[in-house]
């Protein structure tokens, strides 16, 4: 094929340059109306009542509470969630067992479940409606409209993250280093360390950072298993909520600046990892389907 | 088939099946136990009470109409970002994935800000005697908001891997641009396009936050299904939140299976090619 090619490329199908430049028009202008106004005006309402109010909007003590909240929050749920990811990511793509597809299936639903159903899912496990409810509380344990439901919430909705950055890769690389590692006598651990976590890291780190931001910007979920209580259990989602419907719009935008700035920070750092080759193997958006591509494999 | 050598598999699946089983299986049992218990006539008449019905008719119309533009709006991005190299085009890729980077609280304030009668937007509008904020059509600005990155990632890595020489081939047989575009290339990005649609409206149908803000919450015109979930709970009303909340539930797990049936078709595919 590339024998008859001479020279000069023959135009593609869309090389058009009036037809060319007419689309990238298009789609330059709906997309900054549609998703870099919002990003814009977040900035410009946040200062809308001078800088003063948006500097005493982030020292005041609830906003205060509800960054400690978020961040506290995000340190206990995504290394918990990473453990986990790289655990289901070695078992289902270092064996095989039956069930490894049904096991995909479990690990992706939080992926499509309204955020509002799984609060109300949570509330009747740890609510005083749900199955352990009466129990807590005859303990004084809480769950429900303290840090523990947030944390779980929180754990639910990103519970696929990580594994499904890593689940294609490790699929992809296969398992002949592992296999040498360990026939030349080196400890599960030590094989995991050494030979696995290189060559997954990037990978790794891509799906913290995505499973970060989310955690960081739950709302529904959150929202259901909280109980907004100012100064207690308000994350920061939640507070710009408060300030929003308290009237105070400069107050609300100027919350909601800081959690603008952490998504572009995660933006950067997704390109930057993507660079690195990360979330670059080729999957589908449902994981689900690799470890069917990898059965029907003749 | 070989022995497999490596160690591990009673930690990691042991750890795997733990935490799926107490942070994903046990909280949807309870809503499905909770729900079932209501009985078939007090569940029925619950999840087809009037205001309900209209809240579903909302999320379904308004996730369609959503769905509707990024399918169009979405393969037009995917389509520039792949075939053409313009001032800019790396910044406009990475912003893609704003949607969901951006938490969607702050979304829905600031679009509700853009389209609200006083904002930027809704101000141009007002003038043409469209309004968006606190309407059904606000609904679906937040929901394709939302949503927009489905259709163009899963378009985007199909329409980079096509293989040149079968446009050329139309080409050399006399094909017009739009003939072959119908003919040879969408064909080709149909199974990407169908997932990432059914990725899209699952989404949109689930989609709290952003919609919130901007919906106006009116029940009958402009209440989600989700708000509805919500404030049945606000009242104490857990019953009816539970049986709302596990159509929710029966409609993401439809959707998921369509998702994966698609799937599955879309990777027959791309393997026989």
């Known amino acids: 094929m590339s024998a008859i090619r001479t020279g000069r490329k023959p135009p593609r199908v869309g090389d058009n340059p009036l037809f060319r430049g007419l689309l990238i028009g298009i789609v330059l202008i709906v997309g900054a109306i549609l998703v870099l106004a919002p990003l814009i005006l977040i900035g410009f309402q946040a200062f809308s009542d001078g800088w003063r109010v948006y ?38 793509t270092k064996f095989d067992f039956p069930g490894r597809r049904f096991l995909l299936v ?23 409606q749900g199955l352990f409810g009466p129990v807590l509380d005859t303990y004084e344990i809480k769950i429900l409209f303290a840090l523990p439901g947030i944390i779980l919430a929180s754990m639910f909705v990103t519970a696929p993250f990580v594994a499904r950055e890593l689940i294609p890769l490790m699929q992809a690389q296969g398992r002949d280093l592992e296999e040498a590692a360990t026939s030349l006598g080196a400890s ?28 960081m910007g739950e709302f529904g979920a959150v929202s259901v298993v909280s109980g907004n ?9 939640l507070h710009i909520e408060l300030l929003y419907h308290d009237y105070q719009a400069a107050g609300a935008f100027a919350s909601a600046s800081i959690l603008a700035i952490l998504a572009v920070i995660t933006i950067i750092a997704k390109v930057a990892l993507e660079r690195q080759g990360a979330g670059r193997v080729p999957r589908p958006a449902l994981v689900t389907q690799v470890a069917v591509a990898s059965e029907t494999k003749p | ?112 800000a853009l389209f609200a009668s006083n904002g930027w937007f809704g101000s141009v509008l007002a003038d043409f005697g469209i309004k968006v904020a606190y309407t059904p ?18 378009v985007q890595p199909v329409l980079e891997d096509l293989d040149p020489a079968l446009e050329e081939a139309a080409q050399s047989l ?18 990407a396009i169908l997932a990432g649609l059914s990725l899209s409206f699952a989404r949109s149908l689930g989609e709290f936050g952003a919609i919130i803000f901007i919906a106006g919450n009116q029940p009958m015109s402009t209440e989600i299904t989700a708000l509805l979930v919500f404030i049945r709970l ?40």
């Open chain 1, 55 to 92: 500097a005493s909007t982030l020292v005041h003590p609830d906003t205060r509470h509800a960054i400690l909240l978020t961040v506290i929050t995000a340190l206990i749920a995504v290394p918990i969630n990473t453990i986990f990811g790289i655990a289901a990511a070695w078992a289902i």
């Open chain 1, 106 to 128: 479990l690990i992706e639903i939080p992926f499509s479940i309204s955020p509002i159903v799984a609060g109300v899912a949570y509330l009747f496990v740890y609510g005083l």
């Open chain 1, 188 to 215: 599960g651990w030590r094989t995991f360390l050494t030979v696995t976590l290189p060559n997954i890291k990037w990978a790794l780190l891509y799906g913290v950072v995505l499973c970060n931001a989310r955690v």
């Open chain 1, 229 to 237: 209580i100012r100064g207690q259990t308000n994350t920061l989602p």
């Open chain 2, 1 to 112: 088939m070989k022995r497999n050598v490596l160690p591990g598999l009673p930690l990691s699946l042991g750890v795997t099946l733990f935490y799926v089983g107490l942070i994903v299986v046990l909280p949807l049992a309870a809503l499905a136990f909770k729900a079932a218990s209501l009985g078939p006539s007090d569940y029925w008449a619950i999840i087809s009470s009037p205001r309900a019905v209209a809240s579903y008719r909302v999320t379904v119309l308004c996730a369609l109409g959503a769905t509707v533009f990024n399918l169009v709006f979405g393969l037009a991005l995917a389509w520039v970002l792949t075939r053409y190299r313009f001032p800019g085009w790396r910044f406009v890729d990475a912003m893609v994935d704003l949607p969901f980077a951006l938490p969607t609280a702050v979304a829905g304030i600031s679009l509700t």
């Open chain 2, 137 to 154: 059509l606000g609904i679906m600005v937040a929901m394709a908001f939302t949503s927009l990155p489905f259709i163009v990632r899963t």
């Open chain 2, 174 to 191: 006399g094909g017009s641009d739009w003939t072959i575009f119908r003919k040879v290339i969408l064909p080709l990005l149909t199974p």
């Open chain 2, 234 to 273: 606000e009242e104490y009303d857990y019953q009816a939140a539970a049986a709302i909340a596990s159509v929710l539930l029966i409609t993401a797990f439809v959707m998921l299976a369509v998702t994966n049936i698609l799937q599955a078709r879309a990777l027959r595919y791309t393997v026989r090619s």
